[in-house]
């Protein structure tokens, strides 16, 4: 079966730019959740979605949103991006979120 | 507030080696994940566990909720394990959020 597709792989982008990244879930998932993965603060959660409702978020700023689609495909934006936002992109999907994750590849964004 | 704390921090061991992680967590969880990740970003999920002990092939986790402490043994330890292993509890308030450790870097020499 397909896994989680995350998209772009790569982007680079300046500093006050806006990004979009992708995740596609397992098929039959309605779960999905975002981490963002630093050197300095390791692995951190953003938010989560379910039924295209976010039913959990991280402590990040408001510059960092999501949406999850009728298809349960979700993407999460940064806006007004800052270098420290240069990042590794990681979401997870499950079928309600508690019973085990499967990880998509990640994008890994640079902000210049 | 929950804190996640793995030891050690990095690893060294020769192949064949018995390999032992070790997680601590600062208050009640509903689950405990244990998460390998490997050069380039990819993670994959390894166990996620409530109670006592699961095994897949080389590997073993165990939790004791009361100690708030969980393992996970790699037997006959393989270059191919070298990796960082990540172990993340799953809040008991309701939520389905992550709470990560630092992680443990292994790696393992031929």
């Known amino acids: 079966k397909a896994g989680v597709t995350q998209t772009p792989r790569y982007l680079i982008k300046t500093r006050g730019q806006q990004v979009t990244l992708s995740c596609s879930p397992i098929s039959g998932h309605r779960s999905v959740s975002w981490y963002q993965q630093t050197p300095g603060q390791g692995l951190q959660f953003l938010f989560e979605y379910f039924s295209e409702t976010q039913r959990n978020k991280g402590n990040f700023p408001g510059r960092f949103s999501g949406r999850q689609f009728s298809n349960s495909r979700s993407e999460m934006n940064v806006s007004t991006l800052e270098l420290g936002d240069s990042a590794l992109y990681l979401c997870?999907?499950?079928?309600?979120?508690?019973?085990?994750?499967?990880f998509g590849s990640g994008t890994r964004l640079t902000v210049v | 507030k929950n804190e996640v704390e793995q030891s050690p921090q990095n690893l060294t061991a020769q192949e064949g080696e018995f390999i032992t992680i070790n997680c601590s967590y600062s208050?009640?969880?509903?689950?405990l994940h244990w998460l390998q990740q490997h050069p380039g970003g990819g993670i994959v999920s390894l166990f996620m566990l409530s109670s006592g002990k699961k095994k897949h092939g080389r590997l073993i986790a165990t939790i004791n909720i009361q100690e708030k402490h969980s393992s996970l043994h790699i037997t006959a330890s393989h270059p191919r394990d070298s990796a960082v292993y990540i172990c993340?509890?799953?809040?008991?308030?309701?939520?389905?959020?992550?709470?990560f450790g630092k992680g443990t870097k292994l790696t393992v020499n031929p």
């Open positions: 208050v009640g969880i509903s689950a």
């Open positions: 993340a509890e799953v809040d008991q308030g309701g939520s389905e959020k992550l709470v």
């Open positions: 997870a999907s499950s079928r309600d979120g508690g019973d085990g994750y499967t």
